[in-house]
T-cell receptor, first 114, second 113 residues
Framework: DAKTTQPTSMDCAEGRAANLPCNHS???????VYWYRQIHSQGPQYIIH?????ETNEMASLIITEDRKSSTLILPHATLRDTAVYYC???????????????WGAGTKLIIKP | KAGVTQTPRYLIKTRGQQVTLSCSPI?????VSWYQQTPGQGLQFLFE???????NKGNFPGRFSGRQFSNSRSEMNVSTLELGDSALYLC????????????FGSGTRLTVV
């Protein structure tokens, strides 16, 4: 089973910041938080990942709480093309770890409205 | 650079047949993973290959198998197809098996009739 909990769906106005929460209260010390998204009929797209520090790239920012039990993905200026299902996944550090596989939950369906 | 290429895009097979799907990873990527996506079960991990060796395997029956070639290209095979095998099969590649983001292909849509 997935080790994360996400809201089923969210709306956001175009041009505003989209903040997608994720709970991972049972995360272990060596587990990373990954975010992917899947636009309808396409393969998932990697967005960002982090261990304990906040991360930012050209697509998004990842804010991880100090106790690492939850995180938030931030899309700073959402566009209509950001409408997708967003998956938050926790994953072990190396392929020898039993928790190494990406285990996907149902994700959050984010709808960007004009 | 070219992305992950999966062939064919669509496939229709009859129950009991077998099928082979192909995946060409991004140049330089040595890890290839396969996933099955269905409306009921979502995305489920099948297996991962690195340098021609299977590194990890999901909970699928032995009818599902795969392999990786020396050029990192990968194939997965499903024998004795069942109606429940109808799904989108996704391939993803990564530089290696450590913590790098995976790049996914567009998938092969398999329909078993």
């Amino acid at each position: 089973d997935a080790k994360t909990t996400q809201p089923t769906s969210m709306d956001c106005a175009e041009g505003r910041a989209a903040n997608l929460p994720c709970n991972h209260s049972t995360i272990s010390g060596n587990e990373y938080v990954y975010w992917y998204r899947q636009i309808h009929s396409q393969g998932p797209q990697y967005i960002i990942h982090g261990l304990k520090n906040n991360e930012t790239n050209e697509m998004a920012s990842l804010i991880i709480t100090e106790d690492r039990k939850s995180s938030t993905l931030i899309l700073p200026h959402a566009t209509l093309r950001d409408t997708a299902v967003y998956y938050c996944i926790v994953r072990g550090g190396g392929y020898m770890d039993s928790n190494y596989q990406l285990i996907w939950g149902a994700g959050t369906k984010l709808i960007i409205k004009p | 650079k070219a992305g992950v290429t999966q062939t064919p895009r669509y496939l229709i097979k009859t129950r009991g047949q077998q099928v082979t799907l192909s995946c060409s990873p991004i140049s330089g990527h040595r890890s290839v993973s396969w996933y099955q996506q269905t409306p009921g079960q979502g995305l489920q991990f099948l297996f991962e290959y690195f340098s021609e060796t299977q590194r990890n395997k999901g909970n699928f029956p032995g009818r599902f198998s795969g392999r990786q070639f020396s050029n990192s290209r990968s194939e997965m095979n499903v024998s004795t197809l069942e109606l429940g095998d109808s799904a989108l099969y996704l391939c993803a590649s990564s530089l290696d098996v450590s913590n790098y983001g995976y790049t996914f292909g567009s998938g092969t849509r398999l329909t078993v009739v």
